[in-house]
């Protein structure tokens, strides 16, 4: 596999200049609204939602190669402040989502695009998916279609698809949420299928960003079995792959990584793992900054020196025959195979 051009880019201003990822997630909408919705009377500000996002860029992106932003908030606020060496990853989903008891529809946001991220000058297209594999076949087949349009379209405008799965309960399950978090009673063969249904090349995926195949609550170092679900997760992705924290402790998340790396991925893609402690200072946003300098950022440090010394440069994945910095057609005669956009 030989990336375009503009994926090609996409991936190189996402990592640092070794190819490893440190990207961090402001785009969150429920975990940041509930919160400021309770504290206001049952009503979620935009100002206030924009400001806190605003914060977090700024305190956070000095440690990031990327940061992952929706165009609710996060960028129409904080595109004054927004460093643009940084790589830019804009969210393409909606945060609600329809809930059957058997499977739950995603869909894009409303009047929002591939078109418009790359436009926009988006590095990357990201889409949140729920699944699992024993939902009903109609969710399974609207999961599918959503995820596929995405992936065309990202492979027509010539920008990386960052493809997020997340596992959720069903009606049958002891365990109920509708909240962004993990599950507690998660089965492994659920993430580890889901990731293997979504990694054929029809999706058009680019990076996969995954959740951990067990509870990351708790989550022990040093186990075989745990490690041998990793590396079995990195083995059905087959192509570069990021961690994402799933609102897991700071403790819990880093020994995520450190599964995550002995199976090769290459980086994280994270938020509440970081931002969260800081954020329940609001509505006191300089108690909320003091925390993001004194806690979050020694963090990102901390994940970001774990990153260095053991995650695997993306451009040295094997489905680029460990090239990925290999042009499609390094002669006079690229334009002639640069298809145009149609």
């Known amino acids: 596999m030989t990336l375009t051009p503009g994926k090609q880019l996409g991936f190189r201003r996402m990592s640092d200049s070794e190819g490893r990822f440190k990207m961090t997630a402001v785009d969150q909408r429920p975990p940041i609204k509930a919160p400021i919705a309770e504290a206001r009377g049952g009503y979620a500000p935009w100002e206030d939602v924009a400001a806190v996002k605003t914060a977090l860029l700024e305190a956070l992106q000095p440690a990031s190669t990327a940061m992952l932003l929706d165009p609710h908030y996060a960028?129409?606020?904080?595109?004054?402040?927004?460093?643009?060496?940084?790589?830019?990853?804009?969210?393409?989903?909606?945060?609600?989502?329809?809930?059957?008891?058997?499977?739950?529809?995603?869909?894009?946001?409303?009047?929002?695009?591939?078109?418009?991220?790359?436009?926009?000058g988006g590095d990357a297209v990201k889409v949140l998916a729920w699944f699992r594999p024993d939902i009903s076949d109609t969710v399974r087949v609207a999961q599918e279609d959503f995820v596929k349009r995405t992936g065309d379209l990202c492979a027509r405008y010539d920008i990386p698809f960052l493809f997020e799965l997340l596992v959720h309960p069903v009606e049958s399950d002891a365990e109920q949420t509708s909240e962004y978090t993990e599950m507690a009673t998660k089965h492994a063969d659920h993430v580890l299928k889901s990731v293997e249904h979504f990694a054929g090349a029809e999706y058009g995926v680019d990076v996969f960003k995954l959740e951990s195949p067990v509870p990351a609550k708790g989550i022990t170092a040093?186990?075989?079995?745990?490690?041998?679900?990793?590396?079995?997760?990195?083995?059905?992705?087959?192509?570069?792959?990021?961690?994402?924290?799933?609102?897991?402790?700071?403790?819990?998340?880093?020994?995520?990584?450190?599964?995550?790396?002995?199976?090769?991925?290459?980086?994280?893609?994270?938020?509440?793992?970081?931002?969260l402690d800081a954020f329940r200072e609001w509505p006191d946003m300089e108690a909320m900054r003091a925390g993001l300098t004194r806690d979050s950022v020694p963090y990102m440090e901390r994940l970001n020196a774990l990153t260095d010394e053991k995650a695997t440069p993306w451009h040295t994945h094997a489905c680029y025959g460990g090239d990925g910095l290999a042009f499609v057609d390094p002669t006079a005669g690229f334009r002639h195979g640069y298809e145009d956009i149609r």
């Open 222 to 275: 040093g186990d075989a079995s745990i490690q041998a679900l990793f590396d079995e997760m990195g083995k059905l992705a087959a192509r570069p792959w990021v961690m994402l924290s799933a609102g897991a402790g700071k403790d819990d998340f880093a020994t995520v990584l450190d599964y995550a790396y002995a199976a090769g991925a290459s980086g994280y893609l994270a938020g509440r793992a970081i931002w």
């Open 75 to 120: 960028i129409p606020h904080g595109w004054r402040v927004f460093d643009p060496r940084k790589g830019l990853i804009v969210t393409l989903e909606d945060s609600l989502f329809e809930e059957t008891g058997q499977g739950r529809y995603s869909a894009e946001i409303d009047d929002w695009s591939v078109s418009k991220i790359k436009r926009m």
